[in-house]
């Protein structure tokens, strides 16, 4: 009943038919906004040659836990707007209920920054219990999924991922949402299973890019392995009878990539290797000496996509953004590339943060994200870029006819 309902409002938002027509997708302003921001060039030139041209749905385009930058993510109302965005396939990060229930949830302990549960009847289940701030200690919550029931996770709600670290009251450490963000749409926003998501982003038209997440308590638990989380995954698209050649699995712990490819080889083939080689000391995109495996390792291992954070993709020569020898050399092993995340900095007036810390140099303006973005897709070769609000890579893609 509830995934039909949840379909329902989908399509009720969306209208029908749905998003096979053009005609009820929607770039909105912000492409033409960032285009007018970038400074004069062939790139822009281009850019803007595509104004009016009717959009349509691309997977290069791909939906960052839906929509974040305006809507509370991993909710129904977030993967719509994605949708309508153009966004050709959408995420659900995957953890897992008390009693081994999956759900999208960025990860299994941000129940305290991405919903209501510290004001709620469930603010006893959290590890650590909201703490007001006192003088130089900010406030502080730990709450995991891991420590509620699928129902009692239903009761929840969704608000934008953030927290108030000067609060002295729950109510206070509800808030903090950056300022370039916005809680507009927090309201009636509406939580999603993982078996919820694949119904809804079916009925949406949409592809399937669930990650399985780190699990924040000692596995197994509770007689639940690592093995089955990893399984219980795929058998939720089984289940739904969805096509292996629709979902692209993801995990930043390449033995689960190694388990679907040896264990579920149809779905194994477009599982993606997230690299977080950032984490490793002494580790950097311009020296193979410092990786924990070649890129031509990753191949033979059976690893087809890798997905590194945009930075590690490019660096400059110059003022000119160019590919990284990650970059190159994953090309060179016949790796296919997707990366993340366009659009989650805000302005990029200040050198755009931690996803473009390898070009911090050349960005100064929003116009800059096209900017990265065709080094990106042009000289990098990526298949597909996360984004927090997708119509600026669908714009992108449907006017340099990348599909």
């Known amino acids: 009943m509830r995934l039909s309902l949840l379909c329902a409002t989908a399509l009720t938002t969306l209208s029908t ?9 929607s770039y909105g302003p912000r492409p033409a906004y960032l285009i007018s921001q970038m400074a004069d060039s062939d790139l822009k030139d281009t850019l803007m040659s595509c104004m009016g041209q009717a959009p349509s749905t691309s997977k290069f385009s791909i939906g960052h836990r839906g929509a974040p930058l305006l809507f509370p993510e991993h909710t129904v109302e977030s993967n ?10 959408l995420e ?4 897992f209920t008390a009693d081994h229930e999956l759900v999208c949830r960025h990860a299994q302990n941000d129940l305290h920054t991405t919903t209501n549960i510290v004001v709620s009847e469930l603010a006893d289940t959290c590890i650590t219990p909201f703490a007001a701030a006192t003088g130089e200690d900010g406030a502080t919550a730990e709450c995991r999924t891991s420590e509620i029931t699928l129902e009692q996770f239903q009761t929840l709600e969704p608000k934008m991922d953030a927290s108030n670290a000067a609060a002295t009251t729950a109510e206070e450490y509800l808030g903090g949402t950056a ?6 749409y927090v309201n009636n926003a509406t939580l999603m299973t993982h078996a919820e998501s694949i119904a809804l982003f079916d009925s949406l038209g ?16 509770n007689g639940f392995s690592q093995e089955d989380y990893a399984k219980k995954m795929v058998d939720e698209y089984i289940a739904a009878g969805i096509d292996p050649s629709r979902v692209w699995l993801q995990s930043f712990n390449l033995n689960d990539v190694l388990y679907w490819v040896e264990k579920t080889p149809e779905f194994g083939a477009q599982a993606v290797f997230l690299m977080d080689y950032y984490n490793i000391e002494g580790y950097s995109a311009m020296d193979a000496s410092t990786w924990p495996n070649t890129m031509a390792e990753l191949k033979e291992m059976g690893v087809n996509n890798i997905a590194p954070p945009l930075w590690m993709l490019i660096t400059l020569d110059g003022e000119e ?3 990284s020898l990650l970059a190159t050399e994953a090309k060179a092993a016949g790796l296919e590339i997707i990366t993340w995340t366009l659009e989650r900095s805000g302005p990029l007036a200040s050198g755009g943060g931690w996803y473009y810390q390898s070009v911090a140099d050349v960005i100064d303006t929003d116009g800059d994200y096209f900017e990265v973005l065709d080094a990106l897709a042009q000289d990098v070769g990526v298949i597909g870029v996360f984004s927090d609000w997708p119509a600026t890579t669908t714009y992108y893609a449907n006017c340099m006819g990348l599909e």
Do not use: N
């Not at 659900?92 to 953890?95: I, P």
């Not at 399985?212 to 197994?220: A, F, I, Q």
């Open 92 to 95: 659900c990060d995957v953890t």
């Open 179 to 184: 300022d370039w963000r916005s809680d507009l």
């Open 321 to 323: 953004i160019v590919p």
């Open 206 to 221: 949409a592809d399937f890019t669930p990650e399985l997440k780190s699990p924040s308590v000692e596995m197994p638990h």
């Open 80 to 89: 719509v707007a994605a949708a309508q965005m153009g966004a050709g396939i």
């Open 17 to 25: 038919p749905l998003m096979a027509e053009t005609d009820y997708l």
